[in-house]
Every structure is written in structure tokens, then in C-alpha cells.
């Protein structure tokens, strides 16, 4: 009887001097988990779109290897390392190209790009939305991590005024290319960074003495300190019925220059006299929050 209390004490101490990652001291061998709640604020939804169907979460950590994650909404995730992680979510889209996304800081989104005529040609940006936070995962209980994406793009309304003062033809259709637009994002600056391309674009009619066109861009190619700077550049193709064409370029740069609002709305005059056709910018301005509605 003796024998056996004597062996059962000997376990008993045995186990107490494991590593144990429950105590209080806790030991540097052990790796400690929490949970973390994730929650989706839709705030900055832009009037029209819809929520995505799912996000790309990716926790970025000290020690601790990439976890990548594809959410559909608020969701609690369970044996998360107990550290600071930076947070980074965006809606995937097909045609855009995502990469370096193995670090934080070189995680990109990046139009498609062609070459014509030793000249880089872009597309529309889509309707992407992205977030990017921090938080510090406690061991043995849930951290809140809360994501508000907002839209990755920013509008151009290029309105036509058409003013006929006698000129034998009407106008059939308007286009052009705007020079200068940014093709990458950045998910760590949560920007768009140096990058050019050309955007060609084509106009709808409103009236028969208006039309619109509406660009969707990440954002015109940002100034960086040490580099020149990239000229943007509108050129216009107005066609007439009887199908002359009239072209005319304007450098926007100083327009576009630190453009970082949502969007920018400009106005341009087509004149068109029996001596000829004129078009002039009349006015222009930026709008920091949602959408024009025209």
C-alpha cells in the first residue's frame, strides 16, 4: 500500500514539471491561440453595388506564416497565434493580377496592360474594395477585428456640351484617351502607386447636345518625390454624321495633379461655327465622397 502512494506521488510530480502552456508563467516553447471575431462594416458600399460574395483575409504576422483566409461574411475564427498581426482583405476579381501578396508590404492589385505602337493601353478598373487593419490576438479569448472596405477606384465625368452655331453637320459620336492613369494598388498603402497606362474611352449621348463619358480608374499616376513627372494627357475624337473627324489634345496634368478624391468632374465645350469646330475645357472639380449623379 505504502508502494503505491509512494508511485502515484512520483507521477503526480512527473506531470507538474512538464511544460505546460496553461500556466500562469507561460514558457517560451509553447505557442498560445486565440480566437478572433471578424466583423464586416459595408459603410463605404458606393450607392449601386453589391456587397461581394466573398472577401480574401489575410493575416500578416511577426513569427507566425501567412493565414489566408476566404470569408463570405462575419466570421469567428478559431486558433489564431497570440500576436500582432496586420490585416489586409479585398474582394478578387477576375482579370485583375494580384501579387506579392506573401508580404504586406508588396501586396498589389494590377490592371491588364497592352502594348500598341510602343504605347501602354489599359482598361476600365473594376469594382474593387479592400480594407487593411492591425490587431494584437490575445491567448484564451476572442479579439475583435473589425474590416470596413472601401472602393480601390476613383471616377472621371468628362461632360460634353455640344453648342451648334451653324456648322453644316451634327455630332455622331465622341472619344478619346486620358494618358497618365495608374494601373497598380497598393494594399499596404491602400492607394494607387507610380504606375501609367492609357485609358481609351467612348462616350454615350444624353441629348442630342450632350454626352457623357464616365471613367473608373485607381487613380491618375501619383507624384513621388525623385521621380518626374507623368504628364496626363486628354486626346478627343469627335465624329461627325457626316463622318469627318475633328481631334484636339489637352495636358491635364496640373487638373489631375494630387487627385485623391472619389471622384473629378469635367466640363468641356464643343463650338461647332461655319468656320470651323473648337473645343475648350470650361470647368472642372473634384467631389471627395460618392458619386456624381448626372
Known amino acids: ?110 490592371l491588364p496592360v497592352s502594348e500598341k505602337d510602343g504605347k501602354l493601353y489599359t482598361v476600365q478598373a473594376p469594382l474593387l474594395y479592400a480594407a487593411k487593419t492591425d490587431i494584437q490576438v490575445q491567448p484564451y479569448t476572442s479579439t475583435i477585428c473589425e474590416l470596413a472596405p472601401k472602393s480601390c477606384i ?15 453637320s451634327n455630332v455622331e459620336s465622341i472619344s478619346g484617351e486620358l494618358s497618365g492613369v495608374a494601373t497598380v494598388y497598393s494594399f499596404a498603402e491602400m492607394e494607387a502607386i507610380r504606375s501609367s497606362a492609357i485609358l481609351p474611352f467612348t462616350s454615350r449621348k444624353i441629348t442630342d447636345n450632350n454626352y457623357l463619358a464616365e471613367l473608373r480608374v485607381f487613380g491618375m499616376n501619383p507624384n513621388e518625390e525623385g521621380f518626374a513627372e507623368i504628364p496626363k494627357d486628354l486626346k478627343l475624337s469627335v465624329c461627325m454624321e457626316d463622318k469627318r ?44 465622397q460618392g458619386i456624381i449623379e448626372l
Do not use: H
Request: glycine share 6%; aromatic share 14%; charged share 25%.
Open 1 to 110: 500500500m505504502k508502494k503505491r502512494i509512494k508511485i502515484t506521488c512520483i507521477i503526480l510530480l512527473s506531470l507538474f514539471m512538464l511544460p505546460c502552456c496553461s500556466m500562469i508563467d507561460f514558457s517560451e516553447d509553447c505557442t498560445y491561440t486565440g480566437n478572433v471575431e471578424v466583423r464586416f462594416d459595408w459603410s463605404n458600399l458606393l450607392e449601386g453595388d453589391k456587397v461581394p460574395e466573398w472577401i480574401d483575409t489575410r493575416f500578416y504576422g511577426q513569427s507566425t506564416p501567412l493565414l489566408n483566409y476566404k470569408l463570405s461574411g462575419d466570421t469567428l475564427l478559431s486558433g489564431i497565434p497570440a500576436e500582432r498581426f496586420e490585416i489586409t482583405a479585398f474582394n478578387p476579381i477576375k482579370g485583375l493580377d494580384y501579387t506579392g501578396l506573401e508580404n504586406i508590404q508588396t501586396a498589389k492589385a494590377q
Open 154 to 168: 476613383r471616377q472621371v465625368f468628362i461632360d460634353f456640351i455640344i453648342i451648334n452655331e451653324g456648322f453644316d
Open 245 to 288: 473627324i475633328f481631334s484636339e489634345s489637352f495636358n491635364l496634368t496640373e487638373v489631375f495633379k494630387d487627385f485623391r478624391s472619389a471622384s473629378m468632374y469635367l466640363t468641356l465645350e464643343i463650338r461647332l461655327t461655319a468656320m470651323g469646330i473648337k473645343i475648350s475645357i470650361t470647368d472642372w472639380y473634384t467631389v471627395d
